[in-house]
């Protein structure tokens, strides 16, 4: 969530089980070039910048005069259609856009996690958090099933029969952790 007029951005994410918010200030300091291009009925002008760890390339039109684009991105002379990072690793592009007839409320929803508002955190206990539950991703399924030993319980399509299943299942999901550690701020990615 971002105040439309400023670059305080508040950050939502989910680590393990529970949902954290914190606050962070992204400046992106775009560079306009010459280049043109059209899409549908509007027409495009190429925008560069630099945000997060990577190299982007906005297509923005100064038609619709809405200085918006998709995740952090803003700040541009118009609404931003299309947004790439150098490695086609994120595409972004707009699909539809339309006037409403009134503006809704988004309370209880979007700042929620199951009707629970998320617990705000710096960016020191972010890290911190994330790393302790790479550690042992499987904490409160360990402790669960430690406590209640007669019932059956299925772990990513494991049944659990004794405690030392919990130590290679760990190993194979902090493996894909690593695989998909590659967040749209490539600077904030964690080092596992």
């Known amino acids: ?27 992106i300091n775009w560079t306009l070039t ?15 910048a630099n945000f997060g760890g990577r190299s982007w390339t906005a297509w923005f039109t100064k038609e619709i005069s809405i200085s918006e684009g998709p995740y952090k991105f803003h700040g541009l002379p118009g609404l931003i259609f ?13 699909i539809k856009n339309r006037n409403l007839a009134e503006t809704y409320s988004t309370t209880g929803f979007i700042e929620t996690y199951y009707g629970r508002k998320p617990l705000e955190i710096s960016e020191k206990t972010r890290v911190r958090k994330k790393l302790e539950f ?5 904490h ?3 402790n669960s099933y ?9 772990v990513m399509g494991t049944k659990i029969t004794s405690m030392e299943q919990f ?14 550690n590659n967040p749209i701020e490539l600077d904030k990615a964690m080092t596992y």
């Open 1 to 27: 969530m971002r105040d439309r007029n400023s670059f305080k951005n508040q950050n939502y994410e989910l680590i393990g089980h529970d949902m954290f918010s914190f606050p962070s200030e992204d400046h």
């Open 34 to 48: 010459n280049d043109t291009r059209k899409f549908g009925e509007y027409t495009l002008q190429k925008a560069m």
């Open 82 to 94: 299309q947004l790439e990072d150098s490695r086609s690793q994120y595409i972004f592009t707009l």
């Open 134 to 138: 790479y550690n042992d991703p499987l």
């Open 140 to 142: 409160d399924m360990r």
């Open 146 to 154: 430690k406590d209640n030993m007669r019932g059956e319980m299925f």
């Open 167 to 180: 130590n290679e299942l760990s190993k194979k999901l902090q493996e894909m952790i690593r695989k998909t």
